[in-house]
């Protein structure tokens, strides 16, 4: 076959992902072929593991164990890494990268600890590399970023872009479960590792803030710039006071740009319950996008497993082999730097409203006290709740004003001194994204 009629690809891992990409690039590979006048071919899968490349439904003479089998076949111009990690993975993508191959990865925490690296190399190397997978599985938000929106500045970019988290404070709302319970379910039905920091803890969230992040404004923001928060200390009584409140609780990732400085910063956030965003339940994936000249768009769908992802990576293959065959290997480069704003914001001056859950004494005074804190610090209450509780300690719960994150943390250390406040405070930051 004319090698302009078809791209040999070697695909490096085949898991839960690679297994999707297998899948689906056989099943409509004739699709595939028509719509870009060239066929996608697997020349190569590699993995360690017999049994999963046994389970292929590919010709033995595909299957290998041996990674330089792939990265040393002069006729595989691009190759997919879907092995995941920030080691192994790292040492075969500069590989390829320096073989002058095309690299299509998924791999969302090393392009986020390591993607300043990375993208030099494939820049040195006059190659490429694709990362749609990277952030939200099947929605093409990098390509919107990189190239629809190609006039916009972004002065806001948020979402939910963890389906774990999201499932988990969805069950939590809609059937009043605690979080210890809904996890052990999310856990067994594959929603979640079974490890599930990373999800739960917000890091793979960041990961893929500091990726929108950069793209986004031209400059590595870098993940250890990012604040990160989980969803472990979100109870109940938070969705439901919340829910009584108007809000929502969802786990967000948030890029803001305001005076030349950059924030991102992931944490369980209290959103209108109006806001679109507030009804993308289960493990679905959104993200919004106001740029100065488009104005807000949605993006919606599922941001994680086999299918959805491998769809991802097949585009990135299709873009990899239109420009393969143009001859234009970096006709939209992996990443541009433009440093429209190469300042980072931290998490202390960020401003925004507070919900406060306090556990106090059920005696007179404790308002007072808690109030002469924070007017001490010049935060403004907005309002003040009280619920009924059996014992002598009572959950209160306090909405402020607008105020900077540093002052409200230095007031709640504060606060949590007092005697008559009997557990650590909750504080959880309200957005309405006007």
Same mark, same amino acid.
Request: proline content about 3%.
């Given at each position: 076959?004319?090698?302009?009629? *078809?791209?040999?690809?070697? !695909?490096?891992?085949?898991?839960?992902?690679?297994?999707?990409?297998?899948?689906? !690039?056989?099943?409509?590979?004739?699709?595939?072929?028509?719509?870009?006048?060239?066929?996608? +071919?697997?020349?190569?899968?590699?993995?360690?593991?017999?049994?999963?490349?046994?389970?292929?439904?590919?010709?033995?003479?595909?299957?290998?164990?041996?990674?330089?089998?792939?990265?040393?076949?002069?006729?595989?111009?691009?190759?997919?890494? !879907?092995?995941?990690?920030?080691?192994?993975?790292?040492? !075969?993508?500069?590989?390829?990268?320096?073989?002058?191959?095309?690299?299509?990865?998924?791999?969302?925490?090393?392009?986020?600890?390591?993607?300043?690296?990375?993208?030099?190399?494939?820049?040195?190397?006059?190659? %490429?590399?694709?990362?749609?997978?990277?952030?939200?599985?099947?929605?093409?938000?990098?390509?919107?970023?990189?190239?629809?929106?190609?006039? %916009?500045?972004?002065?806001?970019?948020?979402?939910?872009?963890?389906?774990?988290?999201?499932?988990?404070?969805?069950? &939590?709302?809609?059937?009043?479960? /605690?979080?210890?319970?809904?996890?052990?379910?999310?856990?067994?039905?594959?929603?979640?590792?079974? #490890?599930?920091?990373? #999800? @739960? /803890?917000?890091?793979?969230?960041? +990961?893929?803030?500091?990726?929108?992040?950069?793209?986004? +404004?031209?400059?590595?923001?870098?993940?250890?710039?990012?604040?990160?928060?989980?969803?472990?200390?979100?109870?109940? &009584?938070?969705?439901?006071?919340?829910?009584?409140?108007?809000?929502?609780?969802?786990?967000?990732?948030?890029?803001?740009?305001?005076?030349?400085?950059?924030?991102?910063?992931?944490?369980?956030?209290?959103?209108? *319950?109006?806001?679109?965003?507030?009804?993308?339940?289960?493990?679905?994936?959104?993200?919004?996008?106001?740029?100065?000249?488009?104005?807000?768009? @949605?993006?919606?769908?599922?941001?994680?497993?086999?299918?959805?992802?491998?769809?991802?990576?097949?585009?990135?293959?299709?873009?990899?082999?239109?420009?393969?065959? #143009?001859?234009?290997? *970096?006709?939209?480069?992996?990443?541009?730097?433009?440093?429209?704003?190469?300042? &980072?914001?931290?998490?202390?001056?960020?401003?925004?409203?507070?919900?406060?859950?306090?556990?106090?004494?059920?005696?007179?005074?404790?308002?007072?006290?808690?109030?002469?804190?924070?007017?001490?610090?010049?935060?403004?209450?907005?309002?003040?709740?009280?619920?009924?509780?059996?014992?002598?300690?009572?959950?209160?719960?306090? &909405?402020?004003?607008?105020?900077?994150?540093?002052?409200?943390?230095?007031?709640?250390? *504060?606060?949590?001194?007092?005697?008559?406040?009997?557990?650590?405070?909750?504080?959880?930051?309200?957005?309405?994204?006007?």
């Amino acid at each position: 076959m004319n090698p302009l009629k *078809q791209l040999n690809i070697g !695909l490096v891992g085949a898991g839960v992902v690679g297994g999707g990409v297998v899948k689906n !690039l056989t099943r409509n590979a004739d699709l595939i072929a028509d719509r870009l006048g060239l066929r996608l +071919h697997l020349k190569w899968v590699c993995d360690k593991d017999a049994a999963r490349l046994a389970a292929l439904p590919l010709p033995k003479s595909v299957k290998t164990d041996d990674m330089q089998q792939v990265l040393g076949d002069p006729d595989v111009p691009v190759v997919v890494e !879907l092995v995941g990690g920030t080691g192994f993975a790292k040492k !075969l993508i500069l590989d390829a990268l320096g073989r002058g191959k095309i690299v299509v990865t998924a791999n969302k925490a090393l392009l986020a600890h390591d993607g300043e690296e990375i993208f030099k190399v494939a820049a040195k190397n006059k190659t %490429n590399l694709f990362y749609e997978a990277s952030v939200c599985g099947g929605i093409p938000i990098i390509k919107a970023l990189r190239e629809g929106f190609v006039a %916009n500045q972004f002065p806001l970019i948020y979402g939910i872009v963890n389906g774990t988290c999201n499932y988990i404070l969805s069950r &939590m709302s809609e059937e009043e479960k /605690d979080f210890d319970e809904v996890l052990a379910e999310a856990q067994k039905l594959g929603y979640a590792e079974a #490890d599930p920091g990373l #999800d @739960i /803890d917000g890091v793979d969230s960041a +990961h893929k803030a500091t990726i929108l992040a950069s793209l986004a +404004h031209g400059f590595w923001t870098g993940y250890d710039n990012a604040y990160v928060e989980g969803i472990r200390h979100v109870s109940q &009584m938070d969705i439901q006071v919340a829910r009584e409140l108007g809000y929502a609780i969802k786990l967000l990732a948030i890029i803001k740009s305001t005076n030349e400085a950059v924030e991102v910063r992931v944490h369980p956030t209290l959103i209108p *319950q109006r806001h679109v965003l507030a009804s993308v339940t289960g493990v679905f994936n959104a993200v919004a996008v106001r740029g100065d000249v488009v104005g807000d768009a @949605i993006f919606y769908g599922r941001g994680a497993g086999a299918d959805a992802t491998s769809s991802a990576v097949i585009a990135d293959l299709a873009d990899a082999a239109l420009n393969l065959r #143009d001859g234009s290997i *970096q006709r939209v480069p992996a990443f541009v730097s433009h440093r429209l704003q190469p300042k &980072m914001r931290t998490i202390d001056d960020v401003e925004s409203r507070y919900y406060l859950r306090l556990t106090v004494e059920d005696r007179a005074g404790v308002i007072a006290k808690v109030s002469k804190v924070l007017g001490d610090a010049d935060i403004s209450i907005a309002s003040v709740l009280q619920r009924e509780s059996e014992t002598n300690r009572v959950p209160l719960i306090m &909405m402020l004003h607008t105020a900077k994150d540093r002052a409200v943390r230095d007031a709640v250390t *504060q606060i949590d001194r007092l005697d008559v406040v009997k557990d650590k405070t909750v504080v959880l930051r309200v957005e309405s994204f006007d």
